[in-house]
């Protein structure tokens, strides 16, 4: 009788730690450039904001001193 000895092919342990830690830098790297993109966007949001209160501020002012 012959046993017949069935090699799965699989990754190994090792492999995907290594793919994973390629993964991590490439990952690391993207954060890295969207980081500065994503502080001017919350810069300018801040910044319209406030112009935007300070439009309404302005026309309730002006509104205000039509009607006195």
């Known amino acids: ?3 017949s000895t069935k090699r799965l092919k699989a990754f190994t ?3 995907l730690i290594i793919v994973m830690a ?3 830098m490439i990952m690391f790297g993207a954060i890295m450039l ?3 993109i994503r502080s001017l966007f919350k810069s300018t949001s801040n910044f319209e904001d406030s112009r ?3 439009d309404n501020i302005t ?3 002006e ?3 039509r009607n006195a």
Do not use: C, G, Q, R
Request: aromatic share 10%; charged share 25%; glycine share 0%.
């Open 13 to 15: 342990l090792v492999e």
């Open 34 to 36: 969207v980081d500065p």
């Open 1 to 3: 009788m012959k046993k």
């Open 52 to 54: 935007a209160a300070m």
């Open 59 to 61: 026309k309730y002012i």
């Open 22 to 24: 390629i993964f991590s």
């Open 63 to 65: 509104s205000t001193l």
